[in-house]
């Protein structure tokens, strides 16, 4: 055990440790067992960030999102392609220490190693908060993709639309897939992405408890063409 390691051992990371200094380093030392409850823990800028659990309008349609996945994986002929989904990942390769909703890896051929491979495809499901919006379509595409994120996937309940981002020669480029059409990748061979059910899990939560539209309307992908 490195003297790292040892050092942040017994240390217990809650609520009440946001906003503790923390270096990228200090924070891939800690232990899972080190993290209190299911609160979802990011160092940004060198700052310990600690967000709860996200909401069932967020988990719903990623659980789904999830199945789809493996039921491809299990019954498509080139299922196999999916070396592994996980939801709630760090993606390795950026400079933040960044949770994604959903990660897939793909192409390995074999279980993936989560601290070192980059998955193929990170998906993010926009929140209702403004900052979280603001970095999912700008801070976290630029770094996942600088990372070798081959897609990132944003789906956004509040616009009801699914924006596809891809590392271009000028800079990213995009495909916008609207509420209704269906999207199809080569990463994925044979997989099909019904938006509308994913966005129909998340509008379900509107009966018990109904929230404002945020009013952050995050701005139309920046210019570089589009792939679709």
Do not use: C
Request: hydrophobic share 35%; aromatic share 8%; net charge positive.
């Amino acid at each position: 055990m490195s003297q790292l390691a040892a050092r942040t051992r017994l240390v217990r990371i809650g609520p009440g440790s946001a906003g503790r200094l923390m270096t990228s380093e200090q924070f891939d030392a800690l232990r899972p067992e080190q993290f209190v409850g299911k609160n979802r823990y990011e160092v940004i800028n060198g700052v310990l960030i600690v967000t709860p659990p996200v909401g069932a309008a967020e988990a719903d349609p990623n659980d789904d999102l999830g199945h789809l996945l493996r039921t491809y994986q299990e019954t498509h002929p080139q299922g196999a392609i999916i070396d592994s989904t996980m939801p709630e990942r760090t993606v390795p390769g950026t400079p933040q220490r960044r949770r994604a909703d959903r990660v897939i890896w793909t192409g390995l051929g074999r279980v993936p190693d989560p601290d070192n491979d980059i998955p193929s495809i990170v998906i993010e499901f926009v929140s209702q908060k403004r900052s979280d919006a603001l970095r999912d379509y700008e801070l976290k595409r630029d770094e996942y993709l600088a990372a070798g994120v081959q897609q990132y996937w944003i789906i956004d309940r509040f616009r009801r639309i699914m924006t596809v981002y891809r590392k271009g020669i000028a800079g990213p480029t995009f495909e916008i897939v609207a509420e209704g059409q269906t999207y199809q990748t080569d990463l994925l061979p044979g997989f099909v992405l019904p938006l509308s059910r994913l966005l129909a899990k998340a509008d379900q939560w509107k009966r018990n408890r109904r929230r404002p539209r945020p009013s952050h309307q995050p701005k139309s992908p920046p210019a570089g063409g589009t792939d679709g």
